[in-house]
């Protein structure tokens, strides 16, 4: 057993790729994202300036601008160098991962604090959510808000695909909520504590979320049934997001680690993959890449693969 168990931990190991270390070292880095070719992740912390790398070339940059407060979530576009960011000034900017002397625009609105935002997958619409539990609407072509309404949202994503449904982390459950009509569908209810992260897999069936004390994972095909259920034993978890290459793998984030979760045949397998604090997650279909970013005093973006 001990010898089986090894060889599935064996199988799923990733490496460090690459790492740059944040040009404000003392300035916790507390989200990323990749471009959809995978050679750019944007992060953003607590100093309020994003803080871009370049996977090919190894260069990094800071931009010269800045949210006035903590920037809490980074995304990017799909197919597009344009990413956005939410922030503790109620403001939500977008910048261009190519010119970044100032942010692109500006959207105004919120009257909390954007916890959370998120691009449509087939493109043209952001979604946003504040600390008020509004979501706002987005209409990138015209640049105004199109539409707002009240759903929680410490945060949002959209389905992967044709982005017909938004799933809403809602204190400590998940809104499945119909895209554009914003019609609730499902409630997904388990969870004791405030959900920290959510993310679809690749085929938008699957959804997995985590609270700071445990992980879940649903299957909309199975009308919102939670298929797995992982309880962090002590570690205060923060984000979560599906393996690029393995759609049987978690990638799970704590103030104490980083770790995979391999779900293999009805047993839940963890495997540490570094003692360092991680915060922030993200994973590129394109190259089977992974980001992590850190709440230490080094503030550093690591990559994984």
């Not at 919120?110 to 600390?131: A, E, K, R, Y």
């Not at 945060?155 to 554009?180: E, M, W």
């Not at 009308?223 to 997001?241: A, R, T, V, W």
């Amino acid at each position: 057993m001990d010898l089986s168990l090894q060889m599935i931990q064996d199988r799923y190991s990733i490496q460090r790729h690459s790492s740059f270390p944040s040009r404000h070292p003392c300035q916790p880095l507390y989200s990323c994202d990749f471009s959809s070719d995978g050679l750019i992740v944007a992060c953003g912390g607590l100093g309020g300036k994003p803080f871009i790398c370049n996977v090919e070339t190894k260069d990094s940059v800071t931009t010269s601008e800045s949210h006035s407060f903590t920037i809490f979530e980074v995304r990017f576009q799909p197919g597009s160098t344009i990413f956005a960011t939410s922030s503790d000034n109620k403001t939500v900017k977008l910048w261009d991962a190519k010119t970044l002397e100032r942010s692109v625009f500006d959207f105004v609105g919120h009257n909390g604090t954007v916890s959370s935002l998120d691009f449509h997958p087939l493109g043209g619409i952001l979604c946003s959510s504040d600390t008020d539990d509004v979501i706002k609407v987005w209409d990138l072509n015209r640049r105004i808000m199109i539409d707002e309404f009240k759903a929680g949202g410490s945060q949002v994503r959209f389905q992967p695909g044709h982005g017909k449904l938004l799933a809403v982390a809602n204190k400590n459950v998940i809104n499945i909520i119909s895209f554009p009509t914003f019609n609730l569908l499902k409630i997904l209810q388990g969870h004791v504590k405030d959900i920290c992260s959510i993310c679809w897999d690749v085929s938008g069936y699957w959804i997995a979320s985590a609270s700071e004390d445990e992980v879940r994972v649903w299957s909309l095909m199975m009308d919102g049934e939670c298929l797995y259920h992982y309880p962090s034993n002590g570690k205060k978890l923060k984000s979560i997001i599906f393996h690029p290459r393995y759609h049987n793998v978690l990638v799970i984030g704590s103030l104490q680690c980083m770790e995979l979760l391999i779900f293999e045949v009805g047993q839940v397998i963890s495997k540490r993959i570094t003692d360092l604090p991680t915060t922030g997650l993200a994973a590129c279909m394109q190259n089977g890449l992974i980001a992590s970013t850190t709440t230490s005093n080094d503030s550093v973006v690591n990559i994984w693969k």
